[in-house]
């Protein structure tokens, strides 16, 4: 096709406007004066100059014009024209073959295009890659790890079977066309994945991922993630300061998604969290926010640095979606019972291995990754054989930062998270964007009555009240794998089957109990084993759970798990739950933690002491069972 | 085909069993929940916690609870056998004066028809009336489908308030004010706390049909207008 056919078949094309635009400076310097000559040259025959006029002007030829039009212009009729990148010189324009026949012993003629030759003399060579590359794409059981060695293998070994010529292209070259060979597995390779991504025969599923709504709290996102380093903790024990590495501990974190603004976060000390873990999240993100006081030196917020939850009661945080994986902790009724039937949200877990919906969260954790976690020697970096990685020598000794340290540097971290400008949002804070969104669109409102009863780690349970006069014992109610007696229980078991029991998830030691008509039965307890320290419901179900395969000793299982746990210190897995169990037991102790120190007994058949509400410990009492 | 004096062919209807046709929320496999789009929400004309199983199934229930016809649903009412086959519906829907509709969500509003014949003549048999919707239609409601998501996300939270005096109040306010007003005017935006009742006896009346709201184009906002 010559340029004057094109031009009357794609007569758009007169006009030197609609060819695509290459700047001169992005060419080589040797050939931008014959480039804007080329186009100059162009540019006048386009807008009605004569050939020979225009050539005689461009101290050019009339042939060579018209050589540079048709190699602008002409080419097969199916093809896309060259355009303005025919203008540039020496610029390969078709795709390049061999015209002579390969070369050979008899008579050297060079090896330029021979391989791509070879692809089409050779017979089924071409099919046999492709099979070859299609297997190992597709996951096939026959397929091959494919290196360039086993490619030029299979290469060889088809030459052989085709009883190629022993004296022609590729037997007449050193490496039997090695690196030609390791090119095309490469560049087929790419071309066959494109080509299967684009004959995706089924269309994307929508999973909501456009957004037709703006607002805060319209949706939120909570993940968990594995923090890429290890910390150190010096728990006091019996006034002795114990020195542990512990293991890498997980973050969970919340965000509302239209503005980006992170809600709060929870540190849990544990490689795999669980409900409680999920609870505290909202907990964290719920109670108001107060700027701590920062024991890491050098370490302070920035300047009106916060969680939203600090901005007031005019800024009630509510979810509206609340997209999750599908981890197990996710599923847990508690958290399905807080999400859904307490603040009505939607529970949304997302298609199966899939992130992308759930980007934002994604990218909070990259960015600790690389404002935090990768910056201190004690990290683990991204894969095990990360170049970041705390080096041997420093993996014998405990690491520098401790899990306090790490706690205060990631909560910096998410508030100036929450304060810095970002051009996505307009160049406004994702905290100067929740607040404008709360003050001037309607966003759903919870009224304080709704805040102070819908507490994530309070729960409420209805429960059989259990009295059965033969055994000569005062009524009881299960909870938790354990009788719980109180007073309060023996005035209402004539009249009641059933009662109901307001618990806190962090300390179950204690429980209140109502009747199902609301009247109050005061406290009631568990037995005096259970009383020593302050436990989860976390906590009591792993005892029970591994009390037989650990050999725990039940007459005083929390001391015993404690115990258990400080063998294995060393263990940073250990050493983590360690940390764990030591937070709860101290929760409430204003001094260290003292295991082996035993108190006055107490009677075990005296009632509950009604003043101070707790019974008294002691290790007298603990070995009876009530 | 055949053709009978009856609206169905038994023959087809026989193709279809089950054990009881008392709609009831049918439970999500736990390995199904993991492999679909899986979302769980309460919702108000089905006072439980609903399953869906996509995008568009979460949406057309927004779709029925802003539909004043509709005065109760049910997802995932029925657990069918077609031929060799389990099958579940995804929805049976109940609209004041017309026959019990169930309801089923497809891409493009195709489904085989050797599940759709059968399903039809089956639940014609049962003076139900059997319907494709494509998700697409959904899809192109989905502003307003999120808006009222929203409402029963309030409703829902609002559960144990009682409104019968703010809503009695609202209603001759809105008789004073020409049938019309805007969100921004119920409600204050400086004093929720105060403004609170109010507004959620405002959204009950909508979601009621007693009010109209203009939900279809934009999100739900101060200026939106509310119309008796």
Request: proline letters at 7%; charged letters at 25%.
């Amino acid at each position: 096709m010559t340029w004057r056919e094109r031009l009357q078949e794609q007569p758009y094309l007169w006009d030197f406007a609609q060819w695509p635009i290459i700047p001169v400076d992005s060419l080589p310097s040797d050939k931008r004066k014959s480039f804007l000559r080329n186009k100059k040259v162009i540019t006048q025959i386009l807008n009605g100059g004569l050939l020979s006029g225009v050539a005689k002007a461009a101290n050019l030829s009339s042939g060579r014009v018209s050589q540079l039009l048709d190699r602008a212009l002409g080419g097969e009729r199916a093809s896309k024209p060259a355009l303005t990148k025919g203008l540039i010189q020496y610029r390969c324009i078709n795709e390049r073959k061999r015209k002579e026949p390969l070369s050979s012993f008899v008579k050297e003629r060079g090896n330029a295009c021979s391989f791509k030759s070879l692809l089409h003399q050779v017979p089924n060579l071409y099919e046999t890659f492709d099979n070859m590359i299609t297997a190992k794409i597709k996951d096939k059981p026959y397929g091959q790890r494919i290196t360039p060695q086993a490619f030029h293998g299979e290469f060889k070994r088809v030459l052989a079977e085709a009883n190629w010529p022993q004296d022609q292209y590729p037997y007449t070259t050193e490496s039997l066309a090695y690196e030609s060979v390791r090119r095309y597995l490469h560049q087929r390779t790419g071309e066959i994945e494109k080509e299967r991504k684009q004959r995706r025969s089924k269309p994307l599923r929508n999973i909501g991922l456009v957004k037709t709504i703006h607002r805060a709290m319209r949706a939120i996102q909570i993940d968990e993630h594995i923090l890429d380093l290890t910390g150190r903790v010096h728990l006091q024990l019996n006034d002795e300061l114990i020195p542990l590495r512990l293991g890498r501990a997980n973050i969970l974190v919340m965000l509302d998604v239209d503005t980006t603004c992170a809600l709060g976060f929870h540190i849990a000390p544990t490689k795999s969290p669980n409900q409680q873990d999920m609870l505290t999240l909202f907990d964290n993100c719920l109670r108001p926010w107060e700027k701590p006081v920062l024991s890491t030196p050098y370490l302070e917020y920035a300047p009106g640095a916060m969680f939203p939850s600090a901005l007031g009661d005019a800024f009630p945080i509510s979810f509206g979606t609340v997209q999750l994986d599908n981890a197990f902790c996710h599923k847990a009724h508690s958290v399905i019972d807080f999400v859904c039937e307490k603040y009505g949200a939607t529970l949304s877990m997302g298609l199966p291995a899939n992130p992308v919906v759930r980007e934002l969260v994604e990218s909070v954790f990259d960015y600790i990754n690389k404002q935090f976690s990768h910056r201190v020697d004690s990290t683990t970096g991204s894969f095990p054989t990360d170049k970041i990685k705390e080096s041997r020598k420093n993996q014998k000794k405990v690491p520098i930062i401790s899990f306090q340290t790490l706690i205060e540097a990631i909560s910096v971290i998410l508030t100036e998270y929450n304060n810095t400008p970002k051009e996505s949002l307009g160049n406004a804070s994702p905290l100067k964007l929740f607040q404008h969104h709360n003050s001037t669109h309607f966003v759903r409102y919870i009224p304080d009555q709704l805040k102070r009863e819908w507490q994530p780690l309070h729960g409420f349970k209805e429960v059989p009240l259990h009295w059965n006069r033969n055994e000569n014992r005062l009524p009881h109610i299960s909870f938790q794998y354990q009788r719980y007696q109180g007073p309060g229980l023996l005035a209402a078991a004539n009249d009641t089957k059933k009662i109901r029991i307001e618990y806190d998830r962090r300390d179950i030691r204690t429980l209140h109990a109502f009747t199902l008509d609301g009247e109050d039965l005061g406290e009631v307890y568990a037995p005096k084993s259970w009383q020593r320290f302050p436990h989860t419901m976390s906590t009591r179900q792993w005892i029970h759970k591994h009390s037989k395969q650990y050999r725990l000793n039940m007459r005083d299982p929390l001391a015993t798990y404690f115990h258990y746990l400080l063998e294995n210190k060393d263990n940073p897995a250990d050493a983590l739950s360690l940390l764990r169990v030591y937070t709860e037991f101290t929760s409430t102790l204003e001094t260290s933690l003292e295991l082996d120190k035993t108190s006055e007994p107490t009677t075990l058949t005296s009632p509950p002491p009604t003043q101070s509400n707790k019974p008294l410990w002691n290790l007298g009492i603990a070995n009876h069972r009530s | 085909m055949t053709t009978h004096p009856l609206p169905f062919d038994p023959a087809l209807a026989r193709l279809v069993k089950t054990d009881t046709l008392t709609p009831c929320q049918q439970k999500t496999r736990p390995n199904f929940k993991t492999a679909c789009d899986f979302r769980q929400k309460h919702m108000i004309k089905h006072p439980f916690l609903s399953d869906f199983h996509c995008w568009a199934e979460y949406l057309h229930a927004g779709l029925l609870e802003g539909d004043p016809t509709v005065t109760s649903y049910i997802p995932q009412p029925y657990l069918l056998r077609i031929r060799q086959t389990w099958y579940t519906p995804d929805n049976y829907v109940v609209r004041s004066s017309q026959p019990r509709q169930i309801e089923e969500l497809k891409p493009k509003g195709e489904m085989p028809e050797d599940k759709q014949i059968p399903l039809t003549h089956y639940f014609a048999q049962q003076g139900f009336k059997f319907v494709v919707i494509s998700n697409e239609s959904v899809y192109e409601r989905q502003i307003e489908a999120e808006n009222w998501l929203e409402i029963v996300t309030i409703l829902h939270q609002s559960k144990n308030f009682d409104t019968a005096d703010a809503e009695e109040i609202l209603l001759e306010s809105l008789y004073k004010k020409n049938n019309s007003c805007t969100l921004g005017d119920l409600i204050d935006p400086g004093d929720r706390e105060r403004t609170y009742m109010q507004e959620i006896a405002m959204f009950r009346l909508l979601h009621q049909g007693h009010l109209i709201g203009a939900l279809s184009e934009t999100a739900l906002d101060y200026d939106t207008g509310i119309s008796l």
